[in-house]
């Protein structure tokens, strides 16, 4: 498997992930397919500046994209946030794709020290992501309600620092 960033070329990966009610069950429901084409020209130009870092996950021998991983930083409740949020298909689930793409982008970021600590949150109804987040060492916060393209979600809240990946 391996990592790479979003590419114009992806829309139809984003459609897949994003517009389908069962990827969004449990981030509050598809978005709606109008405006995914602008999220992608977004993702990579903010991939391409360094912003933030949009990858694909491309499992070995495929082509195929199996899903995203992604880490950005915002402003939450007054305060810099480096956050990093994931998506598997379907077809791809279960194989471990997701916690191997969040610890390869999580080791690749530790070696450049610049997010500091970074934070995630899972739906808390999301055993996968939580899970996740528990076998690489994340730190449970708590729960706390996010807000994730205009609807409000119940997550968990966990936290590490990639330094201390080893």
């Not at 934070?119 to 449970?140: D, E, Y």
Request: glycine content about 12%.
């Amino acid at each position: 498997m391996h990592l790479r960033d979003v590419e114009p070329g992806d829309v139809d990966a984003y459609v897949r992930m994003r517009c389908d009610p069962v990827m969004m069950a449990e981030l509050g429901g598809p978005l709606a397919r109008e405006g995914i084409e602008e999220k992608v020209r977004r993702d990579v130009r903010d991939a391409a500046s360094g912003a933030a870092r949009i990858k694909m996950i491309v499992p070995d021998g495929s082509g195929a994209v199996a899903g995203t991983v992604s880490l950005w930083s915002h402003e939450k409740d007054g305060e810099r946030l480096s956050e990093i949020g994931w998506m598997v298909l379907p077809e791809f689930q279960g194989r471990g794709l997701g916690r191997r793409a969040v610890r390869m982008l999580l080791e690749q970021e530790r070696d450049e020290d610049r997010w500091g600590l970074v934070h995630a949150f899972p739906g808390v109804t999301n055993a996968p992501s939580n899970g996740i987040c528990r076998s690489l060492g994340f730190t449970l916060v708590g729960e706390r309600d996010v807000l994730f393209a205009g609807k409000t979600i119940r997550s968990n809240h966990w936290v590490i620092d990639p330094r201390s990946l080893r």
